[in-house]
């Protein structure tokens, strides 16, 4: 390698080098600029892979037409079959694109081939040689069908090798990334995110979960991921290795990972396969293309089929590429409206396995919390009791238990159904109700008002215009289980709190009864005088009536 090229990167300010500055964020996923010494890119980020020897669509064409701003190559490869020809004009001459090059070790091939024939420093060197904007170290992946025993070896030799890495790397204007190995063995995962945090990469990896996308275990693909981003500096981008299906980026950005690398547009082309936000299609089952990116608006899957082979490949090719900017442009939108959970949920119900993911996020509801903004720009859409994992529920549910404190004054509490207008306090229907009720029981002096409503559970009156509480929509008729968390906070509400007086108007038509009794339930055991009124029209009347008279 010439020495006064490498010396004179050496040089270069380290300050300069990387900066990864969060724009925007929901959930865990974030809209990121990262710098690059070949410009800074917005993430997230899909890097299409490409194969200079290979390749179907030019890389530069993925620039200009497809909007790509970093492609990835694999450096073991180069090596092998283009030896010092990248290093004399650079990597991005030599790819023929300007933008960010990425690249990766070899160690894939490590897991599908065995052993590669390069040393971890060989490659290393090797990509400081050739200029990659990004470069990986040769780590061991861990894999599927492993022991616990051989996937603790990968961990330990990919922790080694990392350690190494720091004494004989040279070049500081290279962005390293530190890949967390483990599988599905999630203490292993956590160790390597921990141990790996230690060492200064500007990007950390999660390797090898292709496996487990393969075989549509996205269930433990979430735990791997977690598992990953919970020992991980939050500051640094995450890399998810091997992802390229769009549809499950909506499931990866939102778990916090800001990369992904695609093969699978050329692969699965080569397979006559079609891909979707929703799934995979085969060329061959389709009447109809489902797309109108600019190669399907003109095509037919007829005239598709018919085209000679290369052709046909690089026709899917390109539509799959199209597809997954598509999608990265909609997710990114999402953030930018704080809609990103309402985004993944219309995802993950396009595969059951997919839904099954979704709902292995309660188990992770804690930390998504915590990152998520607390306000965001657009309201939330509750559908069913799959959004009751939300981070805005649960924050509503830690303040209510945590922090708040009903006003002194007030001995009765007046608790009222949720009215389709939002503030609840300002709607028709409760200042009608609330006209219908004896005088004590209008007086704010006297009588606390909060409003059972979904999916939140209690809010009280004086809070019913901070966000969210009245920035939703909810899906009627509700099902089983709001109905049953919405019982649940009114009645551990009521255990918490020490009002003399429980008054409930019960609203049956919208929620049978249940949160009565889980008041009456909570009433009783705290020995709490509770009565309760019924809203419909006919007995409306008779139950104020009865009201009255019980005072
Ligand atoms: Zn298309």
Redesign the pocket.
Known sequence: MNLFYIRAYVSLDKAQKMSFETKEKDLLARIGKLKTRSGTVETPLLFPVINPFTQLVPPSRLKTEFGFEAVITNAYILRKHAGNQPAKNGLHKFLGFDGTVMTDSGAYQTLVYGDVEVTPREIVEYQEHIGSDIATILDIPTGWKVSEEHARQTVDETLRRAEQFQQFKVREDILWVGPVQGGKYLDLVAESAKEMSKLPFDIYALGSPTEVMERYRFDVLVDMIMAAKMNLPVERPLHLFGAGHPFMFALAVALGCDFFDSAAYALYAKENRYLSETGTLRLEELEY?P???P??AKATPRTVSELPGKDRETFLAE?NL??CTGELKRIKQAIKDGRLWEHLEMRMHGHPALFQALKRLKKYQDFIEKSDPSTKNRGLFYCDSVGLMRPEILRHRKKMAEKYAPPEKPTALLLAPQTQMKPFHKSGTFKELLSKLPEQLRNTEKTHVCFYAAPFGVVPMELDEVYPLSQHETALPLDKETVEYVAEQVSNYIRMTDYKRVILVNDKENWNNTVMKACKKACTQKNTRFQYINMHKNTDKASSERLRKTR
């Open positions: 293309f797309c109108t990116c190669k399907c539509h199209h597809v």
